[in-house]
């Protein structure tokens, strides 16, 4: 026969429940809001998707993976202050894993503005391209010095460079930093999953880890999928910081 449970074991089973019910409300809130976002996305033209990818070759494990993408990601949270304080808590850009080396191809057509700009960061190396839709195309943590020229024309497709390591080191952290910013003031930054034309939930699976953005209990279902993340304002005011969130701050 079992033992009457305690008050302290009922209140503890209660309150283990009801936070196993909030947590599956929020996953399926999530759930039907990607679903959603997702067909909207889909019925986006060819001319609101302007750009290709920064790469000729498909994803996969000898070529390149999406490692973290644009927004509101729990490893930008995690450092919304100490690394992504100027770009409002979020991670501005795609980050894509690549053994340095790689050819990097433009985007789109355009001219090149911006060559190894201190002000951009991302280094050693960078790269800005103005493209005739106001927008501009930013290419960081590239391998050398861009042998391009600021004025010089690029057409879409056209190697423009080769991605690099933060670290220097070709063994630390190789990978390639993607931003699309308004032009020609490059300080909003914009999410390039929805100006660029691509099969993103497909590439997003092939990532080297699962992709998590940090949720807000105040606000559980904002900002947790690939299409609906906010833009950025450079210099402005926090948009994460978060009162109570998950996954949680350790």
């Known amino acids: 026969m079992d033992r ?5 074991e009922t209140f503890r089973r209660r309150e283990a429940m009801a936070a196993g019910a909030f947590l599956l409300l929020v996953v399926l809130l999530a759930a039907a809001n990607t679903r959603n976002l997702a067909t909207r996305v ?10 290709g990818l920064p790469f000729s070759s498909p994803p996969g494990v000898n070529t390149w993976l999406l490692i973290q993408p644009y927004g509101n990601t729990a490893f930008a949270y995690r450092n919304r202050v100490s690394v992504y304080g100027a770009g409002q808590g979020l991670h501005f850009g795609l980050d894509f894993a690549a053994r340095c080396g790689t050819p990097i191809v433009s985007v789109g057509e355009g001219i090149v503005s911006e060559v190894d700009n201190p002000n951009h960061g991302a280094g050693p190396h960078n790269l800005t ?17 861009p042998t391009l020229t600021v004025g010089q024309e690029v057409k879409a497709g056209e190697v423009i460079a080769l991605s690099g390591d933060p670290d220097e080191t070709c063994m630390g952290r190789p990978h390639l930093h993607l931003e699309l910013r308004d ?4 300080r909003r930054a914009i999410n390039p999953i929805l100006m660029i034309d691509a099969d993103w939930d497909r590439i997003a699976l092939a990532g080297s880890y699962p992709i998590a953005f940090q949720q807000d209990f105040d606000n559980p279902g904002r900002w947790q999928t690939l299409y609906d993340q906010p833009e950025t304002l450079f210099g402005g005011p926090l948009l994460n910081d978060f009162g109570a969130s998950w996954p949680p701050n350790w």
């Open 4 to 8: 009457p449970r305690s008050r302290r």
């Open 42 to 51: 889909g019925k986006v033209s060819a001319a609101e998707k302007p750009f």
């Open 129 to 145: 391209i103005d493209h005739p839709n106001q927008i501009a195309s930013f290419y960081g943590h590239l391998l050398e010095t």
């Open 183 to 186: 032009a020609p003031s490059h």
